[in-house]
Nanobody, 123 residues
């Protein structure tokens, strides 16, 4: 399996910000649709955001719109998730994913993913 490596998680107070990074092979970062999922304790893994490789179109779950921004730097072979105005309910392990096909909101669809990075937001 192609390796994706997430970083940037940590502990932050509500209202604070974090920027997650995901590195991988240049071919994956440049030519695959990529996204972020998250999984909170005792909850299902859920779609957070995605970016289309062709035109950098972005997609977000409703409750992160206006707070989170997904972006990609092909030169640095890195995917980002800028998270602002964090809330305790954003607490989860965040996973970077990639797929050569269309963007979907089911984690099982993606054939590349990382080990995750923990984000904890205190109230």
């Amino acid at each position: 399996q192609e390796q994706l490596v997430e970083s940037g998680g940590g502990l932050v107070q509500a209202g604070g910000s974090l920027r997650l990074s995901c590195t991988g092979s240049p071919d994956i970062i440049r030519s695959y649709n990529m996204g972020w999922f998250r999984q909170a304790p005792e909850k299902e893994r859920e779609f957070v955001a995605a970016i289309r490789w062709l035109d950098f179109s972005t997609y977000y779950r409703e409750d992160v719109k206006g707070r989170f921004t997904i972006a990609k730097d092909n030169t640095a072979s890195t995917l980002y998730l800028q998270m602002n105005f964090l809330k305790p309910e954003d607490t989860a392990v965040y996973y970077c994913v990639a797929h050569a096909g269309v963007i979907r909101t089911s984690f099982d669809y993606y054939n590349y993913w990382g080990q995750g990075t923990q984000v904890t937001v205190s109230s």
